[in-house]
Each structure stands twice: as C-alpha cells, then as structure tokens.
C-alpha cells in the first residue's frame, strides 16, 4: 500500500514546525507508521545545505543559488526519505515543500513560476503531496511570534536570512501561498492559526483524520 504524504506551508513565525511535530505524536499514538522530515533538510546533506541558506551572515548568496541548493535539498530529502517512506506506507509529514519554492522564490524573489515547477519536478521525480495544510496568518505577526521564539531560545541577531528581509517580502510569500492554495483547492486546506497552539493541532488533526479515512 502507498503512503501518504502530507506537507506544512505558511510564512515564518506561522508554527509549521510545531505543529507537523503535533501531528506526527499523534499520529504515531494512533498506530500509524510516521516519517517526519523537513525542507530545506531532512538528511545529512539537506541539513548541511540548510546551515547555508539560513545563515544570515551569508548576504552575498545570489537567488539563482540559493534556488538551487534548495532544490538539491529537496532532491535528496526526497530520494533518502520520502520515497522510501512511500513505499513502505507510511505517513510523511514535511515541514515545507515544493509550494514554498513557488511562494518565497516565485512570488519573493520574481522567478518565473513556470522555471519553479520544472525545477521542482527534476528534484521530487514527480513525487507531490497528498495533502498540504497551509498555515496563514498577517506576515506582522508571524515575524514577532519568529523574534518572540528567537528570544526565548536565546537566539543572537536578527533571524535568519529569510526573516531578515523586509515586510513586503513576507506579504509577498502570504499572497503566493493564498493564490496556490486557492488554485488546488482538492489538495490544499487553510487554517487561520489560533493564538493557541493548541486549538489549531485539533484544527490540524480534524482535517488530517478526515482525509486519511477517505483514502
């Protein structure tokens, strides 16, 4: 039996990485076999990549490549992780996937989203999601819960290199996530995160569960 693959999107600060964490411990509570990974990372290699791209101190990373080392993380996250999961029947839950090229690439940094998918389709082989829940929520906001976390975590400078761009930036990344949300409606289910964490985990679990039983 194939698995099932579904994926977390939104901007920063949005709580993907919590809450894919959330469902996974539930999942795995439920009985499900679960594989979690995110992008850009997921393997030693994509982790390796991730350093890179994340590092603020690298302001001089032009877009062409910060595009294709993302698509070189994707590539391997997919052939070490994800298809081996697929194959076995579990359920992968991603932090991040191929919509987050379209909206931080396409739609933030001006790529032709055309280029996008084809680059997209040469890392997965094809491989797509089966479900993506798209976390939304105002890019002021997600950008202060970010520093907020920073804080807590004793974080030094400003966040990463994608934090650090300007306001505009991050409303361009929520339009390309609504637009690609609202272009695949069968795959994609919004949710508009709560202030507590909690309540959009039974959000998250309530779309998960309906789906898995209607497959």
Same mark, same amino acid.
């Given at each position: 039996?194939? $698995? &099932? +693959?579904? &994926? +977390?999107? /939104? /901007?920063?600060? *949005?709580g993907k990485s919590s809450q894919a964490r959330l469902l996974a411990?539930?999942?795995k509570e439920k009985g499900y076999d679960v594989e979690v990974t995110r992008e850009p990372g997921g393997t030693g290699i994509g982790d390796a990549i991730r350093a890179i791209l994340l590092n603020p101190e690298l302001s001089e990373m032009g877009n062409v490549a910060e595009l294709l080392l993302l698509g070189a993380s994707r590539a391997q996250n997919v052939h070490e992780r994800?298809? =081996?999961?697929? #194959?076995? $029947?579990?359920?992968?839950?991603?932090?991040? +996937?191929?919509? *987050? &090229? !379209?909206?931080?690439? $396409?739609y933030g940094r001006d790529f032709d989203l055309g280029?996008?998918? *084809?680059?997209? *389709?040469? #890392?997965t082989g094809g491989v797509t999601p089966d479900l993506t829940i798209l976390l939304d929520l105002p890019p002021e906001v997600g950008l202060e819960r970010s520093k907020a976390l920073d804080k807590a975590e004793a974080k030094q400078g400003e966040g990463d290199r994608f934090e650090q761009e300007d306001?505009?930036?991050?409303?361009r990344l929520r339009k390309g996530f609504l637009?690609?949300?609202?272009?695949? =409606?069968?795959r994609f289910r919004k949710i508009a995160v709560?202030?507590?964490?909690?309540? &959009?985990?039974k959000m998250v679990v309530e779309i998960v569960e309906g +789906? !898995?039983?209607g497959r």
């Open positions: 039996m194939k $698995g &099932t +693959f579904i &994926t +977390f999107e /939104g /901007g920063e600060g *949005s411990e539930y999942l994800i298809e =081996p999961a697929l #194959a076995r $029947g579990a359920v992968i839950v991603c932090d991040r +996937f191929i919509d *987050s &090229t !379209l909206a931080y690439q $396409g280029l996008l998918k *084809s680059l997209n *389709s040469l #890392a306001i505009e930036f991050h409303r637009e690609l949300a609202d272009a695949e =409606p069968d709560q202030q507590d964490m909690e309540e &959009t985990h +789906f !898995l039983e």
